[in-house]
C-alpha cells in the first residue's frame, strides 16, 4: 500500500524558513515524478514545484525561493521553502505520479503558516 506522510509545516514569519519532508513507502519516488502542491481557503489547488524525466519546475511565485529535492536511500522528498511570505500560507501536499498503478497519489497535508 502506497503512503505519503508529510512533517515540517508550522509557523514562520516573513522571511524566514520552513523545510517540508514526505517520506514514501511502497512507491519509490525516483522511478516517478514528484510533485508538492499547496492550497488556501477558497483557492484553487496549485502546482507549486516537480521533477520528472523533463527536470526539475517551480510555479512562478516561489522561483527562486523555493527548492524541491529527493533522497533516494531515504525514499523522501524535500521543499525547502526560504524568503517565506504571507501568501504563501496554505495546506501543502506532496503528490507521487504512480506509473504502476497510474494514478497520483498525496500526502495527507501539513499546514504551512507565514505572519507579517
Known amino acids: 500500500q502506497v503512503q505519503l506522510v508529510e512533517s515540517g509545516g508550522g509557523l514562520a514569519q516573513a522571511g524566514g524558513s520552513l523545510r517540508l519532508s514526505c517520506a514514501a513507502s511502497g512507491i519509490i519516488l525516483s522511478m516517478n515524478a514528484i510533485n508538492w502542491y499547496r492550497q488556501a481557503p477558497g483557492k484553487q489547488r496549485e502546482l507549486v514545484a516537480g521533477i520528472s524525466s523533463g527536470g526539475t519546475n517551480y510555479a512562478d511565485s516561489v522561483k527562486g525561493r523555493f527548492t524541491i529535492s529527493r533522497d533516494n536511500a531515504k525514499n523522501t522528498m524535500y521543499l525547502q521553502m526560504n524568503s517565506l511570505k504571507p501568501e504563501d500560507t496554505a495546506v501543502y501536499y506532496c503528490?507521487?505520479?504512480?506509473?504502476?498503478?497510474?494514478?497520483?497519489?498525496w500526502g495527507q497535508g501539513t499546514q504551512v503558516t507565514v505572519s507579517s
Open positions: 503528490n507521487v505520479f504512480g506509473w504502476y498503478a497510474k494514478r497520483d497519489y
